[in-house]
């Protein structure tokens, strides 16, 4: 059994104290993606690693599904939802209504009644920053002891199958996360986390209706403007062909390096899904074999989600084991690279 220390310098530690996944029960397969965009069934499933993803029932809005996997990470803490101090909403700005803090809804469906809360986004990167925020609001602040991001995503809601220039965010799924963090917990020590932002991506990807340069019209909904589009194709591929790969290995050697390890410590990376071509690239980069990931191609890209679903997945298949070094990682729209370095188990 994994303690929480009390006093001393241990409590500068902060720990995972568990996790928390909801993934909606409805699905869709790979081979109805290529029906609906006219391309061949082997290159969804094969190239894009799409088999199936989930999609959102009718209840399964994305606040929401973050307040399902909130209280599953509550529930197998079992601690008393009173015991949270902060609640930090990690999930997608696409959520309930437009404006609107979400955080506040979920600390209130939860009863984490002695907690504030706040959002924070950064697409799909924003578990990895939202782990280096809460880590460092915990160091500073006396107060904050036992820290909660929870969230939904479900962005797959703005895919137009038949726009090709969107087809590399055709894995776009749905579904909730949720982190329980301690200071003082000597299990799943959170180390040290590297982020990277380039804004010459920040308007490469947009909904191009919806916003103050493009307001909701009747015309913009009939052109179907109130989708995701990619603004410069080419002009973005051809930054991120010099930059992605490069910055995603960066992030991760950084992140090790900063907590006192090197590439050759990895035991588990919990990677978001990508192109399958994409993901043997990293492992093979970093010298894994495929067993130290989990390739999520049943679930598709639930954005930041990913890194607590497949730290989870890892954990029930027994990957996981005292004293392993663990590599969150993820990439966001925008664009951003990050990595979290995390040792697992009692220490």
């Not at 290159?43 to 199936?52: L, S």
């Not at 995503?153 to 776009?172: A, C, E, Q």
Request: proline share 3%.
């Amino acid at each position: 059994m994994c303690y929480r220390t009390t006093r001393g310098s241990d409590e500068l530690d902060i720990g995972i104290l568990s996790t928390g996944i909801y993934i909606p029960e409805n699905y869709i397969s790979g081979k109805e993606i290529a029906r609906l965009a006219g391309i061949p069934e082997e290159i969804v499933e094969t190239k894009m690693g799409i088999r199936k993803k989930p999609l959102p029932g009718p209840d399964d809005h994305t606040c929401q599904m973050g307040i399902y996997a909130a209280k599953q990470a509550i529930e197998k803490a079992d601690i008393d939802p009173k015991e949270i101090d902060l609640v930090i909403y990690i999930g997608e700005e696409h959520k309930e209504y437009p404006l609107w803090t979400a955080a506040i809804k979920l600390q209130e469906e939860i009863g984490a009644y002695h907690a504030w809360a706040f959002d924070v986004a950064l697409r799909c990167g924003t578990t990895i920053m939202a782990l280096k925020v809460a880590k460092s609001m915990m160091l500073a602040d006396e107060n904050i002891n036992t820290v909660l991001l929870a969230g939904g995503y479900r962005n797959g809601d703005f895919i137009d199958y038949k726009n090709s220039r969107t087809r590399f965010m055709f894995n776009l799924g749905a579904g909730g996360g949720a982190i329980l963090l301690q200071k003082g917990l000597k299990k799943n020590i959170v180390l040290e986390s590297e982020l990277m932002t380039d804004g010459s991506f920040s308007e490469d990807v947009v909904v191009t209706a919806g916003g103050t340069k493009n307001p909701i019209t009747f015309e913009a909904l009939e052109q179907g403007l109130l989708r995701l589009d990619v603004l410069d194709p080419e002009g973005m591929k051809r930054r991120l062909e010099q930059k992605s790969m490069e910055n995603f290995l960066k992030v991760i050697r950084t992140s090790l390096y900063k907590s006192g390890y090197s590439e050759t410590d990895i035991d588990y990376v919990a990677m978001l899904h990508m192109k399958k071509s994409a993901h043997d690239y990293v492992l093979k980069e970093l010298g894994l074999s495929e067993e130290k990931s989990i390739y999520l191609e049943d679930y598709g890209h639930i954005g930041q989600i990913d890194q607590i679903l497949s730290l989870q997945l890892a954990e029930q298949a027994g990957k996981l084991k005292n004293g392993d070094i663990v590599v969150l990682v993820s990439a966001g729209i925008g664009y951003a690279w990050g990595a979290t370095t995390i040792r697992w188990g009692c220490q």
